[in-house]
């Protein structure tokens, strides 16, 4: 039986037009930008424009991945599409990315682990792509955090941004794989901590939409630790030493949990890819988005080793190790 690796062929991302910055957010609430740049790192973030959709994003994302992997959507036969802002209850956005593409075979699907998300939905693709059940994937984060967020509470709404970012990832036999593809996935959630983060509504319980609420200081806390965790997990497992790791692509959460993990695990500040200050949090779409910059300018090459890792709501989180 042949024995099959998960290679990235090609990433994407997409950021809406409409730029909200710091000074812009001191007009709404009670709110500077000093006091957001200390405490988190973010200048400003990309706001979706009216009618401007997850699924809008997350198909522009996956077109500009296409491209770059040389290849065209008639390629792909799995989509993993992860979010926790939706079109729709249902049909899940995956489908909803499937038709805007194109695309009539195979399978999509919406993975929800919120900021953890892509690392959910790479561990997801992966497993189908080893196994042989399908051929090549598109893995997409992508949200509209902005139309969750509550505009009059400035514990959170100077945080996020929306974007969206895909990977294309191809099965290839691990012998022809030169050391490429993904090396090892480690995946945790622990739904004691839901109410330090989550959003008040839903369909079966409130019928409602919701607004999304933090304690940010805990979350902060616990995001370090269990980061850190995941991390040392995903390495151990996969045998290779953090030292080993080329560059560290995390969730862009906040300037200050960035480095501090980074601190925690001895990784040097110039292997660290940060886009929160131009970003801000844009949730699952937050590690493509940051993998994409740092290709794009030249960082990233194929054959680098890269370490990506995610916190969120639930709590759920996770680690994941990719050779380029
Ligand atoms: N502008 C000015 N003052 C503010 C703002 C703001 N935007 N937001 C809160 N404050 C005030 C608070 O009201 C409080 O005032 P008080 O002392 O008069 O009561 C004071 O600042 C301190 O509040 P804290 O919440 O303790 O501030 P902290 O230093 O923890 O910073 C922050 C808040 C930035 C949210 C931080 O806790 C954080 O980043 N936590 C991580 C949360 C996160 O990133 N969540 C994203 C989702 S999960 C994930 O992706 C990891």
Not at 244 to 267: C, M, S, Y
Not at 299 to 309: A, F, N, P, S, Y
């Amino acid at each position: 039986m042949n024995e099959f690796v998960s290679v990235v062929r090609g990433v994407g991302a997409y950021l809406p037009e409409k730029v909200l910055t710091n000074d812009d957010l001191g007009r709404m609430v009670d709110t500077n930008d000093a006091w957001i740049t200390e405490r988190t790192g973010i200048k400003k973030r990309h706001i979706a424009a009216d009618g401007e959709t997850t699924s809008d994003m997350a198909a522009e994302a996956s077109r500009r991945a296409l491209a770059a992997a040389g290849l065209t959507a008639a390629d792909i036969d799995l989509i993993v599409v992860a979010t926790a802002t939706p079109d729709f209850t249902f049909p899940a956005t995956a489908t909803v990315v499937q038709n805007k593409l194109g695309i009539t075979r195979g399978a999509a699907f919406d993975i929800q682990a919120v900021c953890s998300g892509f690392v959910y939905a790479i561990a997801t693709a992966d497993n189908f792509l080893v196994r042989g059940q399908f051929e090549r994937a598109l893995v997409i984060g992508a949200e509209t955090f902005s139309r969750i967020l509550d505009w009059s509470d400035r514990g959170t709404c100077v945080l996020f941004g929306d974007g969206a970012g895909a990977i294309v990832l191809e099965r290839q036999e691990k012998s022809a794989a030169k050391d490429r593809g993904v090396k090892s996935v480690h995946l945790r959630s622990d739904g004691r901590y839901k109410d330090l983060l989550w959003v008040d509504g839903g369909p079966s319980s409130t019928q409602t939409v919701g607004h999304l609420r933090m304690t940010g200081n805990q979350v902060f806390k616990h995001a370090v630790s269990k980061i850190s965790e995941s991390v040392r997990a995903a390495t151990e497992m996969a045998g290779i030493a953090v030292s080993e790791v080329d560059w560290f692509v995390p969730h862009q959460a906040n300037q200050r949990i960035l480095t501090a993990v980074a601190d925690k695990l001895g990784l040097d500040d110039h292997k660290v890819v940060s886009t929160v200050a131009e970003h801000g949090n844009t949730s699952a779409a937050s590690v493509p988005l940051a993998l994409s910059v740092a290709i794009a300018d030249g960082r990233v090459k194929t054959g680098d080793l890269v370490l990506i890792e995610a916190i969120g709501g639930g709590f759920a989180w996770g680690a994941a190790l990719i050779r380029m």
